[in-house]
C-alpha cells in the first residue's frame, strides 16, 4: 500500500531530523562556541567559507532548476531543440573569472587568518609559559617558572595569553581545546608551539586528536580558566615545603602509609614523597595537592571517593589499556578498607589546613 510507505518515509524523515537536532552546537567540545581570539578567528574563516559555498551552491542549484524546467521537453513539440549558445566568449570568460574570484575570496582571509593564529610567538614577561608533554594515555603540564608540575588539568589565568610548548613522551599526540584554539601535533623531540587566550573564566574541555593507540578516546583533559588571583590562590596551594601535608585524620594516616607500602611511589610523586628507586623525570602523573583535582586519569571521570576507589581497584575496567597496574588482589580481604584509604589520602592532598602534621620525606 502506497500510503504506508509514505507515512515510514514521512517517520524517518522525522527521526533524522531529531537525531540531528539532537547533535547540540554547543556542546563543551564545540568549535561553533569559542572563546577568544584563537578559536574566534578559525571559526570567523570557517563561517566565511561556510556562507561563500552556500551563495555558489544556491546559484548552482537554481540554475540547474530553471534548465531542467525551462528546457525540458514538451509534448507539443517532443523535438524541439533549445537555441544554441555553443563558442559564448563572453560567457566562457565569465565562467572562468568567477571561479578564480570565489578562490581569491577563500584564499586570501584563510592565508591571513594562518599568519594571524599559527605564527611563532616569543613568550614575554606577560605571557604564562606551560610545558606540555603527551604520554599514553595523560598529559604532564610543567610551569617552569612557578615550578609547578601537575597532570591533565592546565589551570590558566582568563585575559592572558598562554603559550604552550608541545612535546610527546611517546607516540604521537594532538593538543586540542576546540572551544580554545585548534589541533597542534605534539611530537617527540621537536618543539611545537601553540598559544591562545581565554577571555572567558570556564571548565574548557580537551581530548588528544592523534590516534595514539589503546586508549586513546580516553585521553582528555580539562582547560580550567580563572580570574589572575584565582589562578594565583590555586598556584600557591604548590608552595610546600618540603613536604605535602598529611590530615591528621586516622583513614588518611593509614592511606598515607598504604601509598608507600602498595609501591605507589615507584611510579608516582606527592611533593616531597617519592621512593628512592625513582630517578629522573617523573613519567606517571604527579599526584601533588590530587584533592583538588576535579576528574581523574586524564579527565575520564570525576574526582570522587567512589570514582578513586573503583579506579583503584582495577584501573583496567575503567579504562581498558591504560599502563597503571592493579595493586590488590582480588582475593585480598584488606582490599576494600585499605583501597578507600588509599583514596581518603589522595582526595585529602591539597586540603589540609596548616596546622595538620607535615609527612615524613620519602617512601619505605
Ligand atoms: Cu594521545
Known amino acids: 500500500m502506497p500510503m504506508t510507505r509514505w507515512f515510514r518515509r514521512a517517520a524517518m524523515l522525522l527521526l533524522g531530523a531529531l537525531a540531528l537536532s539532537g547533535c547540540s552546537f554547543v556542546g563543551p567540545q564545540s568549535v561553533l562556541d569559542p572563546t577568544g581570539p584563537i578559536a574566534q578567528a578559525q571559526l570567523d574563516l570557517f563561517m566565511w567559507s561556510f556562507w561563500l559555498s552556500l551563495i555558489v551552491l544556491i ?21 524541439a531543440i533549445p537555441s544554441q549558445f555553443h563558442g559564448s566568449t563572453a560567457l566562457e570568460i565569465g565562467l572562468t573569472i568567477v571561479p578564480v574570484i570565489i578562490v581569491i575570496l577563500v584564499a586570501v582571509p584563510t592565508v591571513r587568518t594562518i599568519f594571524e593564529t599559527e ?30 608540575t601537575t597532570a591533565n588539568e592546565l589551570h590558566i589565568p582568563t585575559d592572558r595569553r598562554v603559550v604552550l610548548q608541545l612535546d610527546s613522551a611517546d607516540v604521537l599526540h594532538s593538543f586540542w581545546v576546540p572551544r580554545l584554539a585548534g589541533k597542534r601535533d605534539m611530537i617527540p623531540n621537536q618543539d611545537n608551539q601553540l598559544w591562545f587566550v581565554a577571555t572567558e573564566p570556564g571548565n574548557y574541555y580537551g581530548q588528544c586528536a592523534e590516534l595514539c593507540l589503546g586508549a586513546h578516546a580516553y585521553m582528555k583533559f580539562r582547560v580550567i580558566a580563572t580570574p589572575q588571583e584565582e589562578f594565583d590562590a590555586w598556584a600557591s596551594t604548590f608552595d610546600i615545603e618540603g613536604a605535602q601535608l598529611v590530615q591528621a585524620d586516622p583513614q588518611v594516616q593509614q592511606g598515607y602509609q598504604l601509598f608507600a607500602q602498595k609501591g605507589c611511589t615507584t611510579c608516582h610523586t606527592i611533593d616531597g614523597y617519592r621512593a628512592d628507586t ?13 584533592g583538588l583535582r576535579t576528574t581523574l586519569a586524564a579527565a575520564i571521570a570525576d574526582n570522587n571517593q567512589e570514582n578513586l576507589e573503583a579506579w583503584l581497584r582495577d ?17 585480598d580481604p584488606n582490599a576494600d578498607e585499605e583501597i578507600a584509604a588509599v583514596a581518603a589520602y589522595l582526595l585529602s592532598l591539597g586540603t589540609a589546613d596548616d596546622t595538620e602534621a607535615r609527612a615524613p620525606m620519602g617512601g619505605n
Open 59 to 79: 546559484v548552482t542549484f537554481s540554475v540547474m532548476a530553471l534548465v531542467l524546467v525551462r528546457y525540458r521537453r514538451r509534448r507539443a513539440n517532443p523535438d
Open 119 to 148: 605564527q611563532r610567538v616569543t613568550p614575554t614577561e606577560e605571557d604564562l609559559v606551560v610545558k606540555v608533554t603527551g604520554y599514553q594515555w595523560w598529559w604532564k603540564f610543567e610551569y617552569p617558572e612557578l615550578g609547578i
Open 278 to 290: 625513582m630517578v629522573g623525570t617523573p613519567e606517571f602523573p604527579d599526584l601533588t595537592n590530587f
Open 315 to 331: 584501573p583496567q575496567v575503567m579504562k581498558p589499556g591504560n599502563y597503571m597496574p592493579t595493586l590488590w588482589q582480588a582475593d
